[in-house]
């Protein structure tokens, strides 16, 4: 229902008491109404509100936010990173213990055929050294001999002392070229032992054979010659080859 303006300095007056009201005696004022709204067919039912909504297009769900392609790509490749410098590290500490291992074997190896080795040398060079001077001494010996024959007599004295005391029936062969020299050299020991000079060719000068009813003392000179080179660890005989 719609309703006009009262004019200006108008006012509504009540109908008097008895009187029957009119239905259009009375107007309302604008200003004392409240909130209103036209009125149409079908407002009371709920017709009027339904139309307009069936008009009313729902709002569209919310696409979800695409992915940020990059930051993934970024952080996979992050993760990559930290895998595979992990397992570089790994392979690289695993790498380094079996290359220890090896070398350290190697060595050991290294340094026992070092020493089998050395030692073989030393050996060799001991042998060499010990040959060398067998060689260089049978040299002198045999120059002593020929210069100093007298020497000869010194052996003498040596092969009966070496003799027991109560050795008897002490018998001395000499060289034949050597018996003047053990005669006057060694004449004093041989009286004193008792003993026997006698030449014999089979004797090598600069050596003499002595024997007795408990024992025989060879001082020849390639007895004596294999003694001595026997305690150099050789075996140098006296009448090899220079």
Request: net charge negative; aromatic share 4%; charged share 20%.
């Amino acid at each position: 229902m719609s309703t006009s303006k009262p004019k200006s300095g108008v006012r509504n007056v009540p109908p008097p008491e008895g009187a029957k009201p009119s239905v259009y005696s009375r107007f309302i004022p604008r200003e004392e109404l409240g909130s209103f709204a036209s009125w149409k067919p079908g407002t009371l039912s709920g017709q009027a509100d339904a139309a307009p909504a069936q008009g009313v297009r729902k709002p569209e769900p919310e696409k979800p936010a695409m992915p940020d392609i990059s930051a993934q790509l970024h952080a996979a490749r992050q993760s990559g990173y930290q895998d595979g410098y992990r397992d570089g590290l790994a392979a690289l500490e695993q790498f380094k213990q079996s290359f220890a291992a090896q070398m350290t074997a190697q060595l050991g190896q290294l340094t026992q055929s070092y020493g089998h080795e050395l030692d073989a040398l030393q050996q060799d060079m001991a042998r060499a050294l010990a040959v060398s001077a067998t060689h260089l001494a049978r040299q002198i010996v045999r120059s002593e001999l020929e210069v100093r024959p007298e020497v000869v007599a010194s052996v003498a004295q040596e092969a009966l002392d070496t003799l027991l005391m109560s050795a008897r029936q002490v018998t001395v062969r000499v060289h034949p070229d050597d018996h003047p020299l053990v005669t006057q050299g060694a004449a004093e020991v041989l009286a004193a032992r008792g003993a026997r000079l006698v030449p014999d060719g089979s004797i090598a000068r600069g050596g003499c054979l002595v024997e007795s009813d408990i024992g025989v003392v060879d001082a020849s000179v390639a007895a004596r010659w294999k003694r001595a080179v026997a305690s150099l660890g050789c075996e140098e005989p006296w009448m090899g080859a220079e």
